[in-house]
C-alpha cells in the first residue's frame, strides 16, 4: 500500500530507503477503526488490498525500522504492493490524528485479486488546494505512443523523415525548377536558393501568430510560382517564349481544343481536370510543406538558425566567386528574378496596347487613291496561300530538309514544265510553335502583332491591309478560304473579304485529321469549285490557309487522283487503311520529325499541283509559312524564319521583284535575306503598286 504524503502535514521529509524494494515491505496491520489523512486518500485511489471492501481504512505507522517487519495481517497482492511502493513517497514525522472525511467504499473492480487498477486523482478537496511548492511532485512523463507508432517504432521514425524530406524537396524543387523543360538537368538543383535562406531566416524571429500567417502566405505564393513555371514550360515548348499572364489566357482554350482534336474528348477532359486539380492543390502542398519546415526549426532553433547562418555565408562566397555548376551559378536567385520579370511584363503589356496604336496609326498608304494600288497585278488571279507550320528547320535540319529538298526541286522543275518561273526567300515570324493568326496578320498588316492584344487592337482598327487593299481597288473579288475555321469569325470583315469559305461551307463528308479539319487537296479542290474554276468570272484574290502540316502532324492524309476526291467521303477508307495513330506517333521524337516532314511535302505538293494543273498565265501564287513547328521539330533555340516562294506564269510579274535578292526556285538558299514579316506589305504593295505613296507604278 502507497503512503502518499499530505501537503498540509509539517515536518521533516526523510530520505527514501534506496536498498528497499517493493518485495521488502509489507503493510502493517490496521491498529485503529479511523483512517489517517494518508490512507484515507489512499483508500479513494484504488490502490487497497481486498480487506478494504469494508469498513474503514486501518491506520498504518510510518516507523522506517519496523517497516520491513511481516505482521500477521492479510497481505494484498504482490502487484500491487510492487506497484504502489515504487510510487511512494517518504513519509513526513507522525503528528496528531486529526477527523478526516470516511473513506468511500472502492469499487467493485477494484477489489478482486489479482487484478491491478489504474490510479485515481484524490478525491480529498483538502488535499487538491495549494499544496506546498517544495513537496509538489514531480510532472509525470509524457504519455508514450500507441497504435500503429508503438507497434512500429522504426517505420514511424523513417516515415517522418520521409515527409520532412519530401517537405523539403518541393521547396526546392519550387524554387530551383527552370521555366524552360529544355533547360532542366541536375546541376539547376544543386543551387543555394537565397529565397530559402531569407525566408527562413524570417520564420525564426516571427513570433508565433505571425509566423503562421507567414507560412501560408509563402505556401500560397510557392504554389503560385510553380504554377507560372509550368505554364512557362508549355509556352516555351510551343512559342518559344513565356507565357504572358496578361494576354495568353486565350490560348489555354486553343491548346484544350488541340488535344480534343489529337487525342480525343475523354484525353482533353482528363487533362482539363487534372490541370484545374494541379492549379489548386499545389498551394496546399506548398504550404504544408512550408508549415512543416517551420516546425522542425522552431523546435531545432539553434541548430536551425547555425544552419541558415552557413548556407548564408556560403551564397555569399559562391555568388563573389561566381562559382558554378554545369555552367549555372551555385548562387541562386531565380525565383526572384522570374517574379520581378513578369511583373516588368504585365507593366509592359499594359503600356504595349498604346504604343501599338500610335504606330498602326503611322501608314504610308492609308491615303493612296484606289486606282493607284496595285497597279501591276490588275487582271491577276492572286493567290495569297499560308501552309501550318512551314518553318526553315523543315529545309535546314538535315534529316527532314533532304527529302524535303528533293520534292521541292522536284515541284519547281514540275512548274517549269507548266510554263511557270519562281523565286524564294525568307521571313521572320513574330511567332513560332503556334498562334497561325497572328503570323496571318503580320503578313497582311505590315505590323508586328506578336500577342494578341496586338491582334485585338488591329482588328478594332482602320489599319488597311494587303487583302483590304485588293478591295478597295475595286478590281477583284476578294475570297477567304479557311478550312480551320470552325466557328464565327467576326474578324473576316476586317481583313477586307468578300466572302468567306469555312470548314462547313466547303462541303467536306470525310473525316478529320487529327487537328485538320480536311485534307489540303480537297480544299484546293473545293475552292477551284466553288470560285476559281467559274466561268467568266472577274479577277479575284483568295487567301487559303492549309491545315494538313498543323501539329500533331498524324494522321497525313496521302494523294489521291482529283477524279476520286469527290465530296471527301472516301477518306474514311483511306484514313483507317494508312493513316498513323499521333499518341504512338508521339513517344517518339525522330517519328514526329518524319511525320511533320511528310506533312510538308503533302501540302506543298497539294498546292504546286494545283497551280499547275488549274493555273493560266494571269495566276500568281504568294505562299510561304505562319510560323516554325514547335521544339519537338526544331530543337531548342530555333530560328523564327520561314520560306516564301512567288510562283507567276507571267514575266512580268517576277521583273517587279528582282532587286530583292531572292534565289530562283521554290527553295530559298542559307544566304538568301531575311526580312522581318511586317516588312512585306510595304515592299509587295510597293513594287506591285506607286513607287511612292500618291505617285505612279
Known sequence: MSHIRSPQLPGPTPE?????????????????????????????SGEAGPESTSGPEPRTEPDPETASTPEPASTPEPEAVAESETMAEPEPAPKPEAAEPKAEPLPKAAAEPHQESEPEPPSDPDAAQSPDPSSAPAPAPAAPPTGRRAAHPRAARYVTWAVTGLAVALVLFALLVPNDVTKIEFGRFLRLPAEGILVGGLLLVLPSRARRVAVVLVGVLLGLLTTVKMLDMG???????????????ILLDNARTFVQDSLGGTAALAVTVGVIVLTLVLPVLMTL???????????????ASRT?????????????LTLEVSDVPVASHSAATLVENRIESVSDGLKDGEAFRKQSAVDAFADVPPDQLLTGLRGKDVLLTFIESYGRSAIDDPRMGEPL?????QKTQELKDAGYASQSG?????ITGAGSWLGHSTFLSGLWIKNQSRYANLVASDRLTLTEAFRRTGAWRTVGVVPGTQKAWPEGEYFGLDHIYDSDQLGYQGPKF?????????????????EHGKKDREPMMAEIILTSSHNPWAPIPSTIPDDQVGDGSVYHSLQKAEGKNPTEVWKDPLAVRDEYRKSIQYSVSSLVDFVAKHGSRDTVLVFLGDHQPNKTVTGDNPSHDVPISIVAKDPEVLKKVADWGWTDGLQPADNTPVWRMDKFRDRFMTAFGPQQPGGTS
Do not use: H
Not at 236 to 249: A, C, I, K
Open 16 to 44: 527514501p530507503d534506496a536498498d528497499r524494494t517493493p518485495d521488502d515491505t509489507t503493510p502493517q496491520e490496521p491498529t485503529s477503526a479511523k483512517a489517517s489523512p494518508d490512507t484515507a486518500v489512499t483508500a479513494t
Open 235 to 249: 509556352s516555351y515548348w510551343t512559342l518559344d517564349r513565356p507565357f504572358d499572364l496578361v494576354l495568353d489566357w
Open 289 to 303: 510543406a512550408v508549415a512543416r519546415i517551420s516546425r522542425l526549426m522552431t523546435r531545432n532553433r539553434q541548430t
Open 308 to 320: 541558415l547562418l552557413v548556407l548564408g555565408t556560403a551564397w555569399i562566397t559562391c555568388s563573389t
Open 405 to 409: 529538298s528533293q520534292t521541292l526541286a
Open 426 to 430: 525568307w521571313l521572320r515570324s513574330p
Open 514 to 530: 487529327s487537328w485538320s479539319t480536311m485534307p489540303d487537296q480537297y480544299t484546293l479542290k473545293a475552292f477551284e469549285e466553288l
